[in-house]
C-alpha cells in the first residue's frame, strides 16, 4: 500500500518515528533503528554534540534516516527557541520537535510556554513538531499558530502506560487540519496500533523500544504495529454490538 | 523469524486463523483469506454441503490453507458430535473447532456441554479446538480433557467488543500447556496485537474481516497486528511506570 | 426510600451482605458490622465451631443480623452438600451460600461441581445464594436449577480488583428471575457503586472492610455506596455523550 | 464524621457542589438541591436577572445555599472578569466559578484565557473556583496564581461520560495545596465515588442530576456517592492484587 505521511512537503513511506534516547549502545540503536523502518528519527540537542553522537549522525546518513533534532530539557520558550536555533544550524535542518516541559517530576509539556516557543519558532521559519497534552484546545491553538505537526501524548514521557484518554486523542485527531503524531506514553506494540486507530497519522516512541528486553525485536513489532493501525484504521471496523450476532447464519446447519 | 505455532505436531507459520463465516462473496473472501496469511481456516460444517462451498474447499486447496471444521450452530455435545463425526468424513481431517453455546442470544459456550463433548471427542481421536468463555478453571479443565488448543472468548461472537477481560486471558495464557488461541470478539487490528501481548499463542476472527468495509485490507491489518504482537509478547516491554522517565538524561543539556 | 431485597420471603433493607473472613478481631468485626448496616452475614462453617465463633454468633444475634453460612474451603460438590448439611444443624438456617472452588490458587468457582452441589442442596430444600464466575450462562444454569440468589464475582476472591467485566454482570443482571448479588473481587465504595448501577440487586463484600485499615469507616463507606449505586440505577442517568452538551443554554447571557 | 470541605475559611459539611443548569422546573430544582444536601450551589449570571432566578435566588436563600455565580458562556478573560464583576455586584459574594472556554463543540477550557481571567481575578479580590482541563500542569499554575479551589474535568461538559484520565486526577489532586473539585463530566454515582477516591476535595455536577429521569432520586444517590468516596479515600483501601487471597484461611474446615 503506498500511503505516505505527508510533513513539510516530504514524503514519509514510514509512519513511525523514532527516538534515540534511553539506548544503551550505538550499535544496538542502530540496529533497532533499522528494524523499525523509520525514516525520521528525533535527536537531543545536548546529545548531538558528542564524539558519540558523531557516530550516530552517520549512522543516520548511511541509512537515509532523516534527523528530526528535538529541545528535550528545555523549561522556557526562551530556551527552547535558543536551543532551536543550534539545533538548526548543526543538523541543517528547519525541522524541529519543539518539547517545553514544565517541571522533571511530570515531564508534562507547559501549554503556555509551548504556545510562545511555537509561535515564535514558526516565524522564524522553522517546520514545528509540537509536543503537547492530550487537550483538543491547545491542540488546535497550537496548529493554528502553524505548527506543522501536532504531537499529544498518550501518557507521560517513559511510564509505557499507553493511551490514557483515547477520548481526547480521537477527538484531537478528528479536528486536526495537520498531521498527528502520537508521542509519548507508548508500552507496547497494541497502543502504537490504537493511536493509529483513534486517528492518529504517526506514531513517535523511544524508551519503549530502546528500553526493552530486545530492542531490534520490539522495533519490529512497532513497526507492524504501526502498519496494522493505519490499515485498520481505513478498511472500515465493524460496529462494536451489545449482543452477539453470528458470523453464519443459523439456519441451514446439518440435521440429524 | 522462525517462530511457528505447532498444533498436533504440524507447524503453522502465521499465528491468525481466520473464519470464513459472514463474507458476502466467495471472491472477496479468498482475497481476504490470501491477504492474511493464514494457513487455517474454519468452516462451518452446515455451509461446506452447498455448491458454493465446493468452491470455497477448491480456494483453500489452492492456496494449501488448512480446512479446521466447526460446529458451529451446536447447543448440545450429541449434536456436536455428530457434527464432528460428519466433518471429519467430508473434510478428511480430525481438527476440530468445536462450538457448543447455549442460546442464540448469547452465542455463549456452554461449559456442562462443552466438557461432556471435548471428552467425547477425544475419546473418538478428535484434535479438538475448543472454543471456550474466559473462565481459567473451564480452559484448565478443557485442557485436562485432551482439548489440543483452547480457544477462549474475547467477548461474545460478532461483537467487536474486543477483550473484555484481559486479566482473565492472560491468567488462561500462564496457566496452560496447549496453545491458547483468542476467538471471538475481536473487532480491529490492536485487540489482536494486545491478544498476543497477554501471552496468547494465536488468534481466530472472522467478522472483524470479513464483515469490516474492505476486508482484503482489514485482513492485512490483522496479519500485520498478530505479528506486532507476538514480536512485542517475547520483547519483553517496558514496565508501567506511575510517574514519568526521561528517555534522554536531563543534565548536560545545551546551555546558554 | 422503602425499597427491601426480598429472599426467599424475607425482606432486608439494607442491600450490602458483609462477610466475616480477614477479621483481626472481634470487637473490630462487630463494630464494622453495626457501622455497615448489614441484616445478613456470611460465616464460614470451619470457623463456627470455636469459641470465637459463639462470641460471633452472639454478636450477629444481639444485633439482629441473620447468618448466611458459606462453604467456603469446599472443592467439590460432595464437600459442599456435606458442609451445608452440618451448617443447616448447627446454625438452623437452611440458607446457605454455596462456594465450590477448583482450586486454591484462584478460588474460582468449579463450573461443572457448582452445578451438581446447586441441584442436590435444592433437592435438599437449602435456600442457595450461588458463588459463580461472571460466566452469563452458567448464571442462567444456576437460576434454572433453582438458586435463589446468583452471585457473580467481580474479579477473584481477595484481590480487590472491581468488576473485571461490567459488560457480563449487566448482562447476567438484565437476564435474571432471581435476585443478582455481585460477590468477591470488590476492593473501594466505587467498585460497590457501580455493582448496583449494572443492575446487581446487592453486593457481598468481605475483606474490603475487614483488611483496609480503618474496618468501621470502610464499612460505612460501603453502606453509601451500596445505597447510592441502588438510588442511580433507580434514577434514570443521562446518557453518554461524545460531544459536550451546555448544562445552560448559550443564548441569552450577559453581554457587555 | 465531622470531615468539613474548607474554603476560603467558610466551613462545608457537604462535599457536593451542585449547579442548576439543565433544570426543566423551578420546583423540581429545589427538591432536587435539598436531596443533594449541598451547602454551595453554581448560578449561571445571565440566568440570575429574569424574574425566575429572583425565585432561584429566593429558594437557595431559604435553605441557606451559598450561591457561586459562574462565568459559563464566556470565551475571553476580558467576558469573564466583566461578567464577574456583574456577578459580585448582583449576588454580594466575592467567590466565583470561573469557566472560560475555548468554543461551544467541546466546551473545554481555555488554558490561557483561564491563566489570564485567573491573574486578574485574584488580583480584584475573588476567590477563584477554576475549572480547568485535567492538565496537571495547568492545575498547578492556577493554584500558583491564587485560584483557592482548582476544579478539573473529568469529561467535557454534558457528556456523562464520568472520568476519562484517572492518572491525572490522582496526579492533580495528590500535587494540589488547594481543594481540587471535580467539575464536568460525571454521570452517575460510582463516577462521583471514583473522583473522591482518587483524592479529590469534593464534586460538581449539574446536568447529572437536573437531567436525570427522577432529579431528587439522583440528587439523594450523589450525596451517598461523595460521602462514600470521601470516607472510602480515607479509610485505607485493600491493596490490588494479581491473584487470588482467601478471606478466611483453608486450612481447618470442616472436614469428613
Chains 1, 2, 3, 4 share one sequence.
Not at 3 to 21: A, H, W
Not at 115 to 124: C, G, K, N
Request: charged share 20%.
Amino acid at each position: 500500500m503506498n500511503d505516505p505521511l505527508i510533513i513539510d512537503g516530504v514524503s514519509l513511506s514510514s509512519r513511525l518515528i523514532m527516538g534515540t534516547g534511553g539506548a544503551p549502545s550505538l550499535a544496538g540503536l542502530g540496529e533497532a533503528l533499522i528494524a523499525s523502518g523509520t525514516e525520521l528519527t528525533t535527536v537531543a540537542m545536548r546529545r548531538h554534540h558528542s564524539g558519540a553522537d558523531y557516530s550516530l549522525f552517520q549512522l543516520l546518513t548511511d541509512h537515509s534516516i532523516r534527523i528530526l533534532p528535538n529541545t528535550a530539557g528545555c523549561f522556557t520558550a526562551r530556551e527552547a527557541v535558543h536551543t532551536a536555533e543550534l539545533a538548526r544550524e548543526a543538523v541543517e535542518t528547519n525541522w524541529l520537535k519543539l518539547e517545553v516541559v514544565a517541571d522533571e517530576d511530570t515531564l508534562l509539556p507547559d501549554a503556555p510556554e509551548l504556545l510562545d516557543a511555537t509561535e515564535e519558532l514558526v516565524r522564524r521559519g522553522f517546520v514545528v513538531f509540537a509536543y503537547s497534552n492530550d487537550d483538543p484546545v491547545l491542540a488546535k491553538r497550537l496548529e493554528d499558530l502553524g505548527a506543522a505537526v501536532v504531537m499529544p501524548l498518550g501518557a507521560p514521557i517513559g511510564t509505557g502506560l499507553g493511551i490514557l484518554n483515547p477520548h481526547n486523542i480521537e477527538l484531537i485527531a478528528s479536528r486536526a487540519a495537520v498531521p498527528v503524531v502520537l508521542d509519548a506514553g507508548i508500552g507496547t506494540a497494541s497502543d502504537a496500533a490504537l493511536a493509529m486507530e483513534l486517528g492518529c497519522d504517526g506514531v513517535l516512541l523511544a524508551s519503549a523500544v530502546t528500553r526493552a528486553q530486545h530492542p531490534t525485536q520490539m522495533a519490529s513489532a512497532f513497526r507492524h504495529a504501526v502498519t496494522a493501525g493505519r490499515l485498520a484504521s481505513q478498511a472500515g471496523r465493524i460496529p462494536r454490538r451489545m449482543h452477539a450476532q453470528a458470523s453464519s447464519a443459523m439456519d441451514g446447519r446439518v440435521g440429524y
